[in-house]
Protein backbone atom coordinates (compact mmCIF):
# COMPACT_ATOMS: atom_id res chain seq x y z
CA UNK A 1 0.00 0.00 0.00
CA UNK A 2 1.08 3.06 -0.80
CA UNK A 3 1.14 6.68 1.17
CA UNK A 4 1.00 9.90 -0.76
CA UNK A 5 2.06 12.66 1.85
CA UNK A 6 3.85 15.67 -0.28
CA UNK A 7 2.49 17.93 -2.72
CA UNK A 8 4.53 18.93 -5.56
CA UNK A 9 5.90 22.91 -5.50
CA UNK A 10 8.58 24.68 -7.28
CA UNK A 11 10.38 22.13 -8.64
CA UNK A 12 10.44 19.90 -5.48
CA UNK A 13 8.26 17.08 -3.10
CA UNK A 14 7.11 19.29 -0.46
CA UNK A 15 5.12 18.49 3.02
CA UNK A 16 1.84 19.40 3.51
CA UNK A 17 0.27 21.88 5.75
CA UNK A 18 -3.17 19.82 5.24
CA UNK A 19 -3.68 16.87 7.20
CA UNK A 20 -6.39 15.62 6.30
CA UNK A 21 -5.74 11.73 4.81
CA UNK A 22 -8.32 9.96 2.12
CA UNK A 23 -8.47 6.47 1.42
CA UNK A 24 -7.59 5.39 -2.55
CA UNK A 25 -10.08 1.71 -2.36
CA UNK A 26 -9.77 -0.53 -5.73
CA UNK A 27 -13.16 -0.36 -7.51
CA UNK A 28 -12.33 -4.02 -8.39
CA UNK A 29 -12.31 -5.37 -5.48
CA UNK A 30 -12.94 -2.80 -2.08
CA UNK A 31 -9.63 -3.39 -0.53
CA UNK A 32 -7.42 -0.27 0.14
CA UNK A 33 -4.47 0.45 -1.79
CA UNK A 34 -3.42 3.55 -0.82
CA UNK A 35 -3.79 6.94 1.30
CA UNK A 36 -2.96 10.78 0.29
CA UNK A 37 -2.94 13.33 2.29
CA UNK A 38 -4.97 16.21 1.19
CA UNK A 39 -3.46 19.85 0.59
CA UNK A 40 -5.17 23.18 2.04
CA UNK A 41 -5.86 26.82 1.22
CA UNK A 42 -2.55 27.06 2.60
CA UNK A 43 -0.54 24.35 0.73
CA UNK A 44 -2.60 26.30 -2.85
CA UNK A 45 -1.42 29.47 -2.05
CA UNK A 46 2.02 28.38 -1.81
CA UNK A 47 1.90 26.26 -5.54
CA UNK A 48 0.37 29.64 -7.02
CA UNK A 49 3.25 31.64 -5.60
CA UNK A 50 5.48 29.41 -7.09
CA UNK A 51 3.57 29.36 -10.40
CA UNK A 52 3.77 32.91 -10.50
CA UNK A 53 7.17 33.49 -9.22
CA UNK A 54 8.06 31.37 -12.73
CA UNK A 55 6.07 32.96 -14.95
CA UNK A 56 7.94 35.97 -15.39
CA UNK A 57 11.08 34.18 -16.53
CA UNK A 58 8.92 31.21 -18.49
CA UNK A 59 6.64 33.64 -20.19
CA UNK A 60 9.97 34.86 -21.80
CA UNK A 61 10.98 31.62 -23.21
CA UNK A 62 11.35 31.29 -27.39
CA UNK A 63 9.33 28.49 -29.23
CA UNK A 64 12.15 26.44 -29.68
CA UNK A 65 13.03 26.09 -25.50
CA UNK A 66 9.59 25.56 -24.74
CA UNK A 67 9.30 22.51 -27.48
CA UNK A 68 12.61 21.17 -26.02
CA UNK A 69 10.77 20.88 -22.47
CA UNK A 70 8.38 19.17 -24.57
CA UNK A 71 10.38 16.68 -26.12
CA UNK A 72 12.00 16.10 -22.40
CA UNK A 73 8.15 15.38 -20.87
CA UNK A 74 7.09 13.10 -23.82
CA UNK A 75 10.61 11.09 -23.32
CA UNK A 76 10.00 11.06 -19.23
CA UNK A 77 6.64 9.84 -19.17
CA UNK A 78 7.08 7.34 -22.43
CA UNK A 79 9.96 5.91 -20.12
CA UNK A 80 7.17 4.60 -17.68
CA UNK A 81 4.14 3.65 -20.22
CA UNK A 82 4.08 0.15 -18.94
CA UNK A 83 3.78 1.62 -15.05
CA UNK A 84 1.29 4.32 -15.72
CA UNK A 85 -1.12 1.92 -17.67
CA UNK A 86 -1.11 -0.49 -14.72
CA UNK A 87 -1.73 2.08 -11.87
CA UNK A 88 -4.67 3.17 -13.89
CA UNK A 89 -5.70 0.30 -13.84
CA UNK A 90 -5.22 -0.80 -10.35
CA UNK A 91 -6.51 2.74 -9.10
CA UNK A 92 -9.18 3.51 -11.51
CA UNK A 93 -10.48 0.41 -12.74
CA UNK A 94 -10.43 1.51 -16.22
CA UNK A 95 -9.95 -1.47 -18.64
CA UNK A 96 -6.15 -2.57 -20.34
CA UNK A 97 -7.57 -1.64 -23.88
CA UNK A 98 -8.48 1.63 -21.83
CA UNK A 99 -6.23 2.91 -20.16
CA UNK A 100 -3.56 1.63 -22.73
CA UNK A 101 -5.23 3.93 -25.23
CA UNK A 102 -5.46 6.79 -22.42
CA UNK A 103 -1.77 6.59 -21.67
CA UNK A 104 -0.59 6.67 -25.53
CA UNK A 105 -2.64 9.97 -25.75
CA UNK A 106 -1.09 11.23 -22.86
CA UNK A 107 2.35 10.65 -24.26
CA UNK A 108 1.36 12.19 -27.72
CA UNK A 109 0.32 15.25 -26.13
CA UNK A 110 3.34 16.82 -25.97
CA UNK A 111 3.99 15.54 -29.77
CA UNK A 112 0.98 17.28 -31.51
CA UNK A 113 1.54 20.60 -29.27
CA UNK A 114 5.56 20.77 -30.74
CA UNK A 115 3.83 20.18 -34.15
CA UNK A 116 1.01 22.95 -33.35
CA UNK A 117 3.67 25.23 -31.65
CA UNK A 118 5.66 24.84 -34.85
CA UNK A 119 3.38 26.76 -37.15
CA UNK A 120 2.07 29.08 -34.70
CA UNK A 121 1.70 32.45 -35.60
CA UNK A 122 2.76 34.50 -31.91
CA UNK A 123 2.25 37.68 -34.16
CA UNK A 124 0.31 38.70 -36.44
CA UNK A 125 -0.91 41.71 -38.69
CA UNK A 126 -4.49 43.28 -38.58
CA UNK A 127 -5.07 46.29 -40.65
CA UNK A 128 -2.12 48.64 -39.63
CA UNK A 129 -1.60 46.75 -36.45
CA UNK A 130 0.84 44.74 -34.71
CA UNK A 131 -0.98 42.11 -32.76
CA UNK A 132 0.98 39.93 -30.05
CA UNK A 133 -0.29 36.97 -28.82
CA UNK A 134 1.09 36.93 -25.27
CA UNK A 135 0.40 34.21 -22.33
CA UNK A 136 -2.66 34.78 -20.32
CA UNK A 137 -0.29 33.99 -16.76
CA UNK A 138 -1.02 31.23 -14.38
CA UNK A 139 -3.57 28.40 -15.08
CA UNK A 140 -5.64 26.41 -12.54
CA UNK A 141 -6.07 23.14 -14.05
CA UNK A 142 -8.34 21.38 -12.39
CA UNK A 143 -8.95 17.50 -13.34
CA UNK A 144 -11.42 14.33 -12.93
CA UNK A 145 -10.96 10.54 -12.23
CA UNK A 146 -11.91 9.14 -15.73
CA UNK A 147 -8.70 9.84 -17.57
CA UNK A 148 -6.65 11.45 -14.86
CA UNK A 149 -3.22 11.29 -16.50
CA UNK A 150 -4.39 12.16 -20.23
CA UNK A 151 -6.03 14.97 -19.32
CA UNK A 152 -3.02 16.79 -17.33
CA UNK A 153 -0.35 16.18 -19.98
CA UNK A 154 -3.00 17.73 -22.61
CA UNK A 155 -3.35 20.84 -20.56
CA UNK A 156 0.18 21.08 -19.65
CA UNK A 157 1.34 21.02 -23.07
CA UNK A 158 -0.91 23.56 -23.89
CA UNK A 159 0.06 25.71 -21.08
CA UNK A 160 3.85 25.53 -22.01
CA UNK A 161 3.34 26.02 -25.68
CA UNK A 162 1.72 29.58 -24.45
CA UNK A 163 4.00 30.13 -21.96
CA UNK A 164 2.44 29.61 -18.92
CA UNK A 165 2.72 27.91 -15.95
CA UNK A 166 0.86 25.78 -14.11
CA UNK A 167 -1.41 25.08 -10.52
CA UNK A 168 -2.85 21.40 -10.81
CA UNK A 169 -5.93 19.80 -8.96
CA UNK A 170 -6.23 16.50 -9.80
CA UNK A 171 -9.01 13.98 -8.59
CA UNK A 172 -8.40 12.92 -5.09
CA UNK A 173 -8.87 9.46 -6.21
CA UNK A 174 -6.43 10.01 -9.05
CA UNK A 175 -3.73 10.35 -6.44
CA UNK A 176 -1.21 7.31 -7.59
CA UNK A 177 -1.73 7.81 -11.03
CA UNK A 178 -0.73 11.48 -10.52
CA UNK A 179 1.88 10.44 -7.85
CA UNK A 180 3.85 8.52 -10.98
CA UNK A 181 3.05 10.92 -13.60
CA UNK A 182 4.57 13.47 -11.36
CA UNK A 183 7.60 11.79 -10.58
CA UNK A 184 8.05 11.33 -14.28
CA UNK A 185 7.60 15.26 -14.58
CA UNK A 186 10.20 15.73 -12.17
CA UNK A 187 12.91 13.44 -13.73
CA UNK A 188 12.39 15.34 -17.04
CA UNK A 189 14.13 18.64 -14.99
CA UNK A 190 11.32 21.01 -15.46
CA UNK A 191 11.96 25.03 -14.55
CA UNK A 192 11.06 25.28 -10.71
CA UNK A 193 7.37 26.48 -10.43
CA UNK A 194 6.57 25.58 -14.04
CA UNK A 195 4.10 22.22 -13.05
CA UNK A 196 2.78 22.85 -9.45
CA UNK A 197 0.80 19.93 -8.38
CA UNK A 198 -1.77 19.80 -4.73
CA UNK A 199 -4.39 16.81 -4.12
CA UNK A 200 -6.90 18.19 -2.56
CA UNK A 201 -10.71 18.29 -2.50
CA UNK A 202 -12.66 20.59 -4.77
CA UNK A 203 -14.23 22.79 -2.06
CA UNK A 204 -11.25 23.28 -0.75
CA UNK A 205 -7.93 23.54 -3.30
CA UNK A 206 -10.54 23.38 -5.99
CA UNK A 207 -11.95 26.45 -4.16
CA UNK A 208 -8.60 28.23 -3.74
CA UNK A 209 -7.72 27.99 -7.30
CA UNK A 210 -10.65 29.43 -8.70
CA UNK A 211 -10.91 32.46 -6.43
CA UNK A 212 -7.52 33.55 -5.97
CA UNK A 213 -6.15 36.80 -7.74
CA UNK A 214 -3.01 35.07 -9.90
CA UNK A 215 -4.48 32.85 -11.41
CA UNK A 216 -5.51 33.73 -14.54
CA UNK A 217 -7.28 31.32 -16.51
CA UNK A 218 -8.95 28.17 -15.44
CA UNK A 219 -9.13 25.03 -17.05
CA UNK A 220 -11.29 22.58 -16.15
CA UNK A 221 -12.93 18.86 -17.55
CA UNK A 222 -15.44 17.44 -15.30
CA UNK A 223 -19.18 17.75 -14.37
CA UNK A 224 -21.12 20.65 -15.88
CA UNK A 225 -22.39 21.27 -11.92
CA UNK A 226 -19.33 22.38 -10.90
CA UNK A 227 -18.29 23.34 -14.42
CA UNK A 228 -20.75 26.55 -13.60
CA UNK A 229 -20.00 26.42 -10.00
CA UNK A 230 -16.25 27.53 -11.29
CA UNK A 231 -17.62 29.82 -13.65
CA UNK A 232 -19.53 31.79 -11.16
CA UNK A 233 -16.08 32.26 -8.45
CA UNK A 234 -13.87 33.08 -11.74
CA UNK A 235 -16.48 35.89 -12.55
CA UNK A 236 -14.62 38.19 -9.57
CA UNK A 237 -11.68 38.05 -11.02
CA UNK A 238 -12.46 37.79 -14.96
CA UNK A 239 -10.74 34.88 -14.98
CA UNK A 240 -10.33 33.25 -18.38
CA UNK A 241 -12.08 29.78 -18.43
CA UNK A 242 -11.77 26.25 -20.71
CA UNK A 243 -14.16 24.04 -19.39
CA UNK A 244 -15.25 20.48 -20.91
CA UNK A 245 -18.48 18.97 -19.31
CA UNK A 246 -20.66 16.68 -19.52
CA UNK A 247 -22.86 15.21 -22.59
CA UNK A 248 -25.75 13.03 -23.77
CA UNK A 249 -24.10 12.56 -27.24
CA UNK A 250 -26.30 10.93 -29.59
CA UNK A 251 -25.97 7.91 -32.12
CA UNK A 252 -28.08 8.46 -35.49
CA UNK A 253 -28.09 5.47 -37.16
CA UNK A 254 -30.10 6.37 -40.48
CA UNK A 255 -31.73 4.56 -42.68
CA UNK A 256 -29.37 3.34 -45.24
CA UNK A 257 -27.13 1.95 -42.69
CA UNK A 258 -25.83 -1.55 -42.20
CA UNK A 259 -27.65 -2.54 -39.49
CA UNK A 260 -25.21 -5.67 -38.41
CA UNK A 261 -22.49 -3.20 -38.87
CA UNK A 262 -23.41 -0.32 -37.21
CA UNK A 263 -25.60 -1.48 -33.92
CA UNK A 264 -22.68 -3.71 -32.25
CA UNK A 265 -20.41 -0.51 -33.05
CA UNK A 266 -22.81 1.41 -31.34
CA UNK A 267 -23.14 -0.67 -28.17
CA UNK A 268 -19.72 -0.89 -27.86
CA UNK A 269 -19.28 2.28 -28.16
CA UNK A 270 -21.67 3.08 -25.54
CA UNK A 271 -19.41 1.33 -23.43
CA UNK A 272 -16.29 2.99 -24.31
CA UNK A 273 -14.15 3.57 -20.74
CA UNK A 274 -16.93 1.51 -19.01
CA UNK A 275 -19.46 4.35 -19.68
CA UNK A 276 -17.21 6.74 -17.87
CA UNK A 277 -16.70 9.00 -21.10
CA UNK A 278 -18.19 12.37 -21.65
CA UNK A 279 -18.14 11.72 -25.48
CA UNK A 280 -19.85 8.09 -24.82
CA UNK A 281 -22.44 7.46 -27.71
CA UNK A 282 -25.67 6.83 -25.01
CA UNK A 283 -28.75 8.09 -27.33
CA UNK A 284 -29.01 5.48 -30.07
CA UNK A 285 -31.31 7.08 -32.72
CA UNK A 286 -32.81 4.58 -34.89
CA UNK A 287 -35.67 4.40 -37.66
CA UNK A 288 -38.95 3.39 -35.99
CA UNK A 289 -39.29 0.63 -39.13
CA UNK A 290 -36.46 -0.87 -38.01
CA UNK A 291 -36.62 -1.23 -34.09
CA UNK A 292 -37.43 -4.74 -34.09
CA UNK A 293 -34.31 -5.95 -35.91
CA UNK A 294 -31.82 -3.16 -33.99
CA UNK A 295 -33.34 -4.71 -31.02
CA UNK A 296 -32.30 -8.25 -31.78
CA UNK A 297 -29.14 -7.29 -32.87
CA UNK A 298 -28.50 -4.90 -29.83
CA UNK A 299 -29.15 -7.75 -27.70
CA UNK A 300 -26.93 -10.56 -29.47
CA UNK A 301 -23.98 -7.23 -29.07
CA UNK A 302 -24.63 -6.65 -25.94
CA UNK A 303 -24.59 -10.67 -24.56
CA UNK A 304 -20.79 -10.40 -25.93
CA UNK A 305 -19.78 -7.79 -23.95
CA UNK A 306 -16.97 -8.75 -21.17
CA UNK A 307 -17.58 -7.04 -17.94
CA UNK A 308 -14.96 -8.21 -15.64
CA UNK A 309 -11.25 -7.84 -14.37
CA UNK A 310 -10.05 -4.75 -15.71
CA UNK A 311 -6.64 -6.08 -16.28
CA UNK A 312 -7.91 -9.09 -19.04
CA UNK A 313 -7.11 -7.98 -22.48
CA UNK A 314 -10.32 -8.88 -23.19
CA UNK A 315 -12.51 -7.43 -20.91
CA UNK A 316 -14.81 -4.64 -22.06
CA UNK A 317 -16.28 -2.99 -19.34
CA UNK A 318 -14.38 -2.48 -15.64
CA UNK A 319 -16.29 -1.29 -12.74
CA UNK A 320 -17.12 1.93 -11.60
CA UNK A 321 -14.69 4.16 -9.77
CA UNK A 322 -16.31 3.96 -6.73
CA UNK A 323 -18.75 2.60 -4.53
CA UNK A 324 -20.87 6.31 -5.03
CA UNK A 325 -20.29 6.07 -9.08
CA UNK A 326 -22.20 2.52 -8.93
CA UNK A 327 -25.36 3.45 -6.38
CA UNK A 328 -25.68 6.31 -9.33
CA UNK A 329 -25.70 4.44 -12.17
CA UNK A 330 -28.21 1.58 -10.30
CA UNK A 331 -30.29 4.35 -9.62
CA UNK A 332 -30.84 5.65 -13.28
CA UNK A 333 -31.67 1.83 -13.77
CA UNK A 334 -33.83 1.89 -11.63
CA UNK A 335 -35.47 5.20 -13.12
CA UNK A 336 -35.17 3.67 -16.59
CA UNK A 337 -37.56 0.98 -15.42
CA UNK A 338 -39.74 2.92 -13.63
CA UNK A 339 -40.29 5.29 -16.29
CA UNK A 340 -41.60 2.37 -18.58
CA UNK A 341 -38.66 2.12 -20.54
CA UNK A 342 -38.72 -1.68 -22.22
CA UNK A 343 -35.36 -3.50 -20.60
CA UNK A 344 -33.35 -5.43 -23.19
CA UNK A 345 -30.41 -6.15 -21.50
CA UNK A 346 -28.97 -5.82 -18.22
CA UNK A 347 -30.66 -4.88 -15.28
CA UNK A 348 -30.35 -4.04 -11.74
CA UNK A 349 -27.20 -5.73 -9.49
CA UNK A 350 -24.03 -6.64 -10.27
CA UNK A 351 -22.90 -9.44 -12.34
CA UNK A 352 -22.55 -13.12 -11.36
CA UNK A 353 -18.98 -13.47 -9.94
CA UNK A 354 -18.35 -9.86 -9.16
CA UNK A 355 -20.01 -9.28 -6.26
CA UNK A 356 -17.12 -7.33 -4.64
CA UNK A 357 -16.34 -5.02 -6.89
CA UNK A 358 -17.88 -1.85 -8.11
CA UNK A 359 -19.39 -3.38 -11.45
CA UNK A 360 -22.76 -2.56 -13.64
CA UNK A 361 -24.22 -4.91 -15.95
CA UNK A 362 -23.77 -4.06 -19.71
CA UNK A 363 -27.36 -2.31 -20.01
CA UNK A 364 -29.74 -1.47 -22.52
CA UNK A 365 -32.74 0.26 -22.25
CA UNK A 366 -35.53 0.08 -25.80
CA UNK A 367 -38.66 2.09 -27.05
CA UNK A 368 -37.04 4.95 -24.74
CA UNK A 369 -38.32 8.34 -24.97
CA UNK A 370 -36.31 11.62 -25.46
CA UNK A 371 -38.23 12.99 -22.52
CA UNK A 372 -36.93 10.45 -20.39
CA UNK A 373 -34.64 11.44 -17.30
CA UNK A 374 -32.56 7.87 -19.02
CA UNK A 375 -32.64 9.94 -22.18
CA UNK A 376 -31.10 13.81 -21.03
CA UNK A 377 -29.50 12.82 -18.01
CA UNK A 378 -25.52 11.80 -17.62
CA UNK A 379 -25.70 8.78 -15.98
CA UNK A 380 -21.78 8.05 -16.88
CA UNK A 381 -22.08 4.14 -16.35
CA UNK A 382 -22.77 1.37 -18.78
CA UNK A 383 -25.94 2.39 -19.96
CA UNK A 384 -27.71 2.86 -23.34
CA UNK A 385 -31.11 3.95 -24.16
CA UNK A 386 -32.58 3.22 -28.39
CA UNK A 387 -35.00 5.81 -28.88
CA UNK A 388 -36.74 5.51 -32.57
CA UNK A 389 -37.45 8.45 -34.84
CA UNK A 390 -39.89 8.79 -37.70
CA UNK A 391 -37.43 10.10 -40.43
CA UNK A 392 -34.33 12.06 -40.61
CA UNK A 393 -36.27 15.39 -39.86
CA UNK A 394 -37.22 13.67 -36.03
CA UNK A 395 -33.76 12.28 -35.81
CA UNK A 396 -32.17 15.51 -36.12
CA UNK A 397 -34.57 16.99 -33.56
CA UNK A 398 -34.49 14.42 -31.43
CA UNK A 399 -30.41 14.83 -31.05
CA UNK A 400 -30.53 18.38 -30.41
CA UNK A 401 -33.46 18.26 -27.76
CA UNK A 402 -30.89 18.21 -25.17
CA UNK A 403 -29.35 20.58 -22.80
CA UNK A 404 -25.68 19.26 -24.05
CA UNK A 405 -23.42 19.58 -27.10
CA UNK A 406 -20.62 17.72 -26.66
CA UNK A 407 -20.38 15.31 -29.04
CA UNK A 408 -22.43 13.24 -31.99
CA UNK A 409 -22.39 10.21 -34.15
CA UNK A 410 -23.91 9.55 -37.51
CA UNK A 411 -23.99 6.25 -39.66
CA UNK A 412 -24.95 6.23 -43.22
CA UNK A 413 -24.27 4.88 -46.32
CA UNK A 414 -24.41 8.44 -48.42
CA UNK A 415 -21.57 9.84 -47.13
CA UNK A 416 -23.01 13.55 -48.35
CA UNK A 417 -25.99 12.38 -46.34
CA UNK A 418 -24.36 12.29 -43.23
CA UNK A 419 -22.15 15.50 -43.61
CA UNK A 420 -25.24 17.12 -44.15
CA UNK A 421 -27.01 15.97 -41.24
CA UNK A 422 -23.84 16.86 -39.19
CA UNK A 423 -23.68 19.96 -40.47
CA UNK A 424 -27.56 20.40 -38.47
CA UNK A 425 -26.38 18.69 -35.11
CA UNK A 426 -25.68 21.11 -31.87
CA UNK A 427 -22.37 19.86 -30.87
CA UNK A 428 -18.96 20.30 -30.67
CA UNK A 429 -17.53 16.66 -32.55
CA UNK A 430 -19.71 14.84 -34.89
CA UNK A 431 -17.95 12.15 -36.18
CA UNK A 432 -19.45 10.13 -39.25
CA UNK A 433 -19.15 5.99 -39.94
CA UNK A 434 -17.21 5.57 -36.46
CA UNK A 435 -15.30 6.52 -34.16
CA UNK A 436 -12.64 9.15 -34.57
CA UNK A 437 -10.08 11.16 -32.66
CA UNK A 438 -8.43 14.12 -34.46
CA UNK A 439 -5.58 15.61 -31.52
CA UNK A 440 -5.39 18.45 -33.80
CA UNK A 441 -8.98 19.32 -34.47
CA UNK A 442 -10.67 21.59 -31.59
CA UNK A 443 -12.18 20.18 -29.25
CA UNK A 444 -15.44 21.19 -26.60
CA UNK A 445 -19.15 21.83 -26.57
CA UNK A 446 -21.77 23.55 -27.37
CA UNK A 447 -24.66 24.97 -24.75
CA UNK A 448 -23.93 23.33 -21.29
CA UNK A 449 -21.16 20.74 -22.55
CA UNK A 450 -18.55 23.62 -22.15
CA UNK A 451 -17.16 26.81 -22.91
CA UNK A 452 -13.90 27.00 -25.57
CA UNK A 453 -12.22 24.60 -27.21
CA UNK A 454 -8.72 22.02 -26.68
CA UNK A 455 -6.69 21.25 -28.96
CA UNK A 456 -4.29 21.79 -31.51
CA UNK A 457 -4.11 25.82 -32.64
CA UNK A 458 -7.66 26.50 -31.14
CA UNK A 459 -6.67 25.03 -28.08
CA UNK A 460 -3.30 26.96 -27.59
CA UNK A 461 -5.03 30.30 -28.31
CA UNK A 462 -7.21 29.86 -24.94
CA UNK A 463 -4.49 30.07 -23.57
CA UNK A 464 -3.09 33.69 -25.37
CA UNK A 465 -4.03 36.89 -25.27
CA UNK A 466 -4.17 39.30 -28.18
CA UNK A 467 -2.28 42.44 -27.17
CA UNK A 468 -2.68 45.47 -30.45
CA UNK A 469 0.38 47.65 -30.96
CA UNK A 470 -0.41 50.17 -33.39
CA UNK A 471 2.59 51.80 -34.65
Known sequence: ????????????????????????????????????????????????????????????????????????????????????????????????????????????????????????????????????????????????????????????????????????????????????????????????????????????????????????????????????????????????????????????????????QAIPQAVFGAYMNSGQACIAPTRLLVPKAKLEAVNQIAKAAAAQVVVGDPGNETTNVGPMVSEKQFERVQSYIQVGLNEGATLLAGGMGKPEGLENGNFVKATIFTNVRNDMRIAQEEIFGPVLSIIPYENEEDAIAIANDTTYGLAAYITSADQDRALHVASRIDAGRVCINGFKHDPMAPFGGFKQSGLGREFGAYGLEEYLEPKSILI
Open 1 to 260: MQSITKGYINGAFVALNGTQVFDLISPTGHQKIGEVTLGDETDTQRAIAAAKAAFSSFSQTSVAERIEILKKLKDAVSKREDELVEVMILEYGGTRQFCRMSIQNAIAAFDNMTDTLRDFEFQRKAGNTLVQLTPVGVVGIITPWNSSNSFICSKLATAIAAGCTVVVKPSEMSALQTQLLTECFHEAGLPKGLYNMVNGLGNVVGNAITNHPDIAKISFTGSTVTGKQIARSAVDTIKRVTLELGGKSPNIILDDADLE
